[in-house]
C-alpha cells in the first residue's frame, strides 16, 4: 500500500500561484511514476502532469505547458506541482497519484493506482 497526502491548495487571485505538495508513504519502493490530476466541480477528472520516479522525467497535458511545473525530491518521497499564472478555470480539487504499470508517460486515471484525498485551489478572478 502507498499512503499520499497532498498539501498546499489555497485560494489565490488570477495570476498568483502555489505550490502543491504530494507527500508519500508506504510501500514506495514500487512506484514508476507520480502524478497530478485535477477535477472541477460537475466535470471530469483531468491530467495535469507526471514525472518518473527514477529519472526525474516529465509530461505535461499540452494546456498546461509553460505554466505549470512537476517535480520530486526522491529524499524525501515528494512531489511537487509549481503552479503560475493562475486562472480561474485552474479552479478544481488537485489530486496526486501514483503508478506502478511502468508505461510511460501515464496519463490516464486508470494507469495510476493510488490517490490521495486531494486538494482544493480556488482561483478568484
Known amino acids: ?10 485560494l489565490v487571485q488570477a495570476g498568483g500561484s502555489l505550490r502543491l505538495s504530494c507527500a508519500a508513504s508506504g510501500r514506495t519502493f514500487s512506484t514508476d511514476a507520480m502524478g497530478w490530476f485535477r477535477q472541477a466541480s460537475g466535470k471530469e477528472r483531468e491530467f495535469v ?9 516529465t509530461y505535461y497535458a499540452d494546456s498546461l505547458k509553460g505554466r ?8 524525501k518521497n ?10 480561474p478555470e485552474d ?3 488537485y489530486y496526486c497519484a501514483v503508478s506502478q504499470i511502468g508505461s510511460w508517460p501515464p496519463s490516464f486515471p ?3 493506482g493510488y490517490w490521495g484525498q486531494g486538494t ?3 482561483v478568484s478572478s
Open 1 to 10: 500500500q502507498v499512503q499520499l497526502v497532498e498539501s498546499g491548495g489555497g
Open 110 to 112: 486508470g494507469e495510476f
Open 68 to 75: 505549470f511545473t512537476i517535480s520530486r525530491d526522491s529524499a
Open 91 to 93: 479552479t478544481a480539487v
Open 49 to 57: 502532469a507526471t514525472i518518473k520516479w527514477s529519472t526525474g522525467r
Open 120 to 122: 482544493q485551489v480556488t
Open 78 to 87: 515528494t512531489m511537487y506541482l509549481q503552479m503560475n499564472s493562475l486562472k
